[in-house]
């Protein structure tokens, strides 16, 4: 009887506090989840878009596509050289002079007088050292901006893939802490019965109201997160809409290439490599140029020069119907030749050699970066396969875990802190899932990143026992 009377009296705050609790936590969640589900249009992303969508829509691209664009035309302007220029002057076009010319010993002359005097010249340069040199620079810049293009394009669609399997991320999470949430909820219910039975303690309601409330508070943050990764993934692919993807993970594929074959496979086709290579080629041309400048320059040209004219001119009376003409034409092959210039070609020749010299250096480095990073990559996505497999195992026994502590509970020979141990259990195995087939898929495009090879459909099986091929990442 003492008892009922002590609990009526402990239950009193409770039941006054968990109504004004519930309901303020309502509200709260409501105002909460309003600002993060302003609608908007929305439109569906596929995967297998995102490449379409960067190359379309991202600003960055546009503007590296306008550099190619420019390293184009500066190319056919350096080999417009090889051809002919055709020049045309005329000075004073027409020009009138007029004037008197007064004489003491003799008669006064005037003069009155329009006059043209076009030149058309043709020059075609037969030997030009520096000619070649910079065509071969154009050509290089040329390759460099193209290559530059796809460097970007590729890592821009890797960030947006990057930034798709995060949001997917996100709604495994927010799945995950509602499911926590969800697991929190019983347990309060489970503890208030129990409590208003009289077999159980005012400890263990409050312990899974502190869990519940830090449960929603988990969700909450979750939420907050993937509306941010949304924003990531809109700003990257430029698009002003809602984000409807597939929420559900999955692998997105599998690697049956060994670590020789990737790092082969890398070395060969990586762009910021060969743009090393090009980036050589165009120090060598730029050194090579500093010396013919010093060498002879030989063309031919074509000068024809003609004047025309009407009046007089020097003429004691003007005759105004007097008219003149006359051309010349010549043709002349030319050499010039710039014998010294205080040996400042020579210096900066020298100075491009050192930078060439350089470029040697650094192809090294980022060859030993390559390799670092695909290995790097390599082996991440092994860890990953196993980590999948690991939390996989893990989420099974952890909910039988759970399932056997609720009946232990159920019965009185367990306490809830038992329960709430498991059930926090089963959410951490949760995420390490949810973060290991995250990274395995990052894992998988960084590698067709950086070796060029294709992600595979089909999961090529490495294992003779069966038992093995069921426990192994083709299995899932």
Known sequence: MLRKIINTFLVLPVCLYLPSYQAFSKENKDNFDKVLEEKEDEIVIKYSEI???????????????????????????KISKRYPSIDLQATGFPNYVSGKNYSSNGATTKTSKFSA????????????????????????????????????????IQEAKSRYHKLQKSFQEVRNKKFAVDLSSTSLKDAMSKFDAG?????????????????????????????????????????????????RQKLIGYWNYNLNKNIKNGLDKNL?????????SIKHNQANNYLNANRPKIYISNTLSSSFSKGDSLSVAIDPSKSNSN??????????WNLFDGGQNKNSYKSKKSELKAEEFSYENRQNILKTNISRAYFNLKLNEEKILSSLKEISSTEESLRLSRLRYDIGISTLKDVLVRQKELSIARSKNIDAIYNYNLNLDQLERLTFLKINNNCIE?????????????SI
């Open 117 to 156: 005097n076009p030149t058309l010249t043709i020059r075609w340069d037969l030997i030009d050292h520096l000619r070649d040199s910079e065509i071969k620079i154009g050509k290089d810049n040329y390759k460099v901006a193209v290559n530059n293009f796809e460097i970007t394009r590729k890592d821009l």
């Open 272 to 280: 910021s490599l060969k743009n090393i290579k090009l980036q050589q």
């Open 51 to 77: 490449n379409d969508i960067v190359l379309e829509n991202n600003q960055e691209l546009k503007y590296l596509r306008n550099l190619v664009e420019a390293s184009t035309y500066s190319l056919k302007s």
């Open 199 to 247: 077999i159980g303690t005012k400890f263990e309601v409050l312990e899974a109201e502190a869990q519940l409330a830090r449960d929603k508070q988990s969700l909450n943050e979750k939420k907050v997160e993937l509306k941010i990764n949304e924003l990531n993934l809109k700003e990257i692919l430029n698009i002003n809409k809602n984000l409807k993807i597939k929420k």
């Open 462 to 474: 490495k294992y003779g026992d069966s038992n093995q091929k069921t426990n192994s990442i083709c």
């Open 327 to 336: 051309y010349t034409n010549t043709l002349s092959l030319n050499f010039s």
